[in-house]
């Protein structure tokens, strides 16, 4: 009876071509990975600085499972919290001007964690329409209720703070967009929230280790200290190669959460090899500048190359640059036309993004070299100068 009744949800989801099958990576290399057996360079993955494939980083974490072993054994408030936690969380809090951090086992985590924390029945919280899923999912179990504002649309945003009745307001948006790219407004969202008396939270999931000056992130970037952004999250698991998230702001932010925040408390901590792994991540991301001038390069490169080709060119600076096609057939059909020529990237289809907005998202990692992107405009030349109707600006 079950089977039969997700057997017919699964049926539409194939006829519309919104059906998802995941890949078996056999290897990973840098920019490239071994997928269903064959060797493709990857433009989807999140790994910004080309520190998920770094030696000094896998050295880092087999050193600290030598003396660590493989698990953390509990929650962090009862022994899960070890001395390689506490050292990484003082070193992000640094990374990122705040006060303190608070290590998440996730950043789906994080989110969903902190904003409940946070909001409470009497409250309301107010997110960016094209918000994170984890993000929206968290404002969703918030019982004073969600509701979303246009995207980067500070006048909308003011208007709905200055109708809503709820005793404390919570505004979450992400800070870079992950499907589009864009920097949200963070500056003036700030003063909004401000005027009204709210409270700003923002994700950097893909802009912490990628923005700002050693790569502290979208809130440094724009010179946002913790009073007006006093709760930043950043993940782990993108720029800095690793794993697992944290939360960064005020002592009492943090002393809050760690009582308060149900995906902290309820969970195991993750394992100290990661930690120590991440603490080194962290090292070579504020070290090394390089990775970020490269990566820049890089985006530059392949926008010049899109405009040389007549083809869109999204206004994202960052290193997520969609190629918006429209239906979903077409991203797919495209995807399968560069992925056989050993050129990986993802379609991107509702309900991830809006309807009739699928899209193939390049993304690029400082382990890119120009020859990747020379060999990808190349690709896109063939494959989409013909077919140009579909395409829309971004
Ligand atoms: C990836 C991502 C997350 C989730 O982080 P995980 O550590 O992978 O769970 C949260 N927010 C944004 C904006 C993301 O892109």
Same mark, same amino acid.
Not at 69 to 74: E, F, K, P, Q
Not at 176 to 180: A, P, R
Not at 237 to 241: S, T
């Given at each position: 009876m079950l089977d039969q009744r997700l057997e017919a949800g699964l049926g539409q989801r194939r006829e519309q071509d919104l059906y998802r099958r995941r890949r078996q990576v056999e290897h990973l290399r840098g920019a490239w990975l071994r997928v269903d057996g064959r060797d493709c360079r990857n433009f989807?993955?999140?790994d910004y600085l080309g520190l998920a494939g770094d030696r000094r980083v896998a050295r880092a974490m087999s050193d600290a499972l030598e003396r660590w072993? %493989?698990?953390?054994? %509990?929650a962090h408030l009862i022994t899960g919290h070890s001395s390689e936690h506490e050292a990484l969380e003082e070193e992000l809090a640094d990374f990122v001007g705040r006060p303190r951090a608070l290590l998440f086992s996730t950043g789906y985590m994080a989110n969903m964690g902190t904003i409940n924390a946070l909001a409470g029945p009497d409250d309301r919280v107010f997110e960016d329409r094209l918000n994170h899923a984890s993000l929206l999912d968290g404002g969703w179990l918030c019982r004073g209720g969600m509701e979303r504002y246009d995207h980067a649309d500070t006048a909308d945003l003011a208007t709905r703070l200055r109708s809503s009745e709820a005793d404390h307001k919570l505004v979450v948006t992400d800070t $870079?967009?992950?499907?589009?790219g864009d920097v949200a407004p963070l500056a003036e969202l700030a003063a909004t929230v401000a005027a009204r008396d709210a409270t700003l939270m923002v994700d950097d999931a893909h802009g912490v280790g990628v923005l700002g000056p050693q790569g502290g992130g979208a809130a440094r970037e724009a010179g946002l200290g913790t009073d007006a952004v006093p709760v930043y999250v950043g993940t782990l698991?993108? %720029?800095?190669?690793t794993f697992g998230a944290f939360v960064a702001g005020s002592e009492t932010l943090i002393e809050y959460l760690i009582q308060r925040a149900r995906t902290y408390v309820y969970t195991t901590a993750p394992p100290p090899a990661v930690a120590a792994a991440t603490r080194s991540a962290l090292r070579i991301a504020r070290e090394e500048g390089w990775r970020r001038e490269h990566l820049d390069a890089l985006v530059r490169r392949f926008q010049q190359g899109l405009r040389h080709l007549g083809l869109p060119v999204s206004?994202?600076?960052?290193? $997520?640059?969609p190629l918006v096609v429209g239906e979903p057939a077409v991203a797919l059909r495209l995807a399968r036309a560069l992925e056989g020529e050993g050129l990986l990237i993802t379609a991107i289809r509702p309900p991830t993004v809006p %309807?009739?907005?699928a899209r193939l998202r390049v993304t690029f990692s400082a382990a890119h070299r120009e020859a990747d992107v020379d060999a990808l405009l190349e690709a896109l030349g063939r494959h989409l100068s013909g077919s140009c109707a579909p395409l829309t600006e971004t």
């Open positions: 989807c993955s999140n072993h %493989a698990g953390s054994g %509990a $870079v967009f992950s499907m589009d698991g993108k %720029a800095l190669g206004s994202s600076r960052t290193p $997520v640059q %309807a009739g907005t």
